[in-house]
């Protein structure tokens, strides 16, 4: 069993930047890879990013790259993601999710999830 909490989202302005830490237990977290999603009302699920367990590999949603990073420290049990130059489309409840098993996609598979962190951007 996996337990993820989200943290550091929050009201920022157009072309400001937040982070948002997700914080997991268990002892077997460096072996899990880890992703972002998010979604706003009305609208699918979005893939935001992904990294693999030792943090070396690294694959981002084409609305978001080049604008947020991921990252992990295993250390801490703990994944973030760097949003940076935010716009109000970035506006989404944003989700960590762990996948225990990874295969081929980086975009499917996860299978635990925590409760997601608001991200509002004002124009």
């Known amino acids: 069993q996996v337990q993820l909490t989200e943290s550091g989202g929050g009201l920022v302005q157009a072309g400001g930047s937040l982070r948002l830490s997700c914080a997991a237990s268990g002892r077997t977290f460096s072996s899990y890879r880890m992703g972002w999603f998010r979604q706003s009302p009305g609208k699918e699920r979005e893939f935001v990013a992904a990294?693999?367990?030792?943090?070396?590999?690294?694959y981002y949603g084409d609305s978001v790259r080049g604008r947020f990073a991921i990252s992990r420290d295993n250390a801490k049990n703990t994944v973030y993601l760097q949003m940076n130059s935010l716009k109000p489309e970035d506006t989404a409840a944003y989700y960590c999710?762990?996948?225990?098993?990874?295969?081929?996609?980086?975009?499917?598979?996860?299978?635990?999830w925590g409760p997601g962190t608001q991200v509002t951007v004002s124009s």
């Open positions: 990294i693999s367990y030792s943090g070396i590999s690294r």
């Open positions: 999710a762990a996948d225990t098993n990874p295969g081929s996609s980086w975009r499917r598979g996860y299978d635990y």
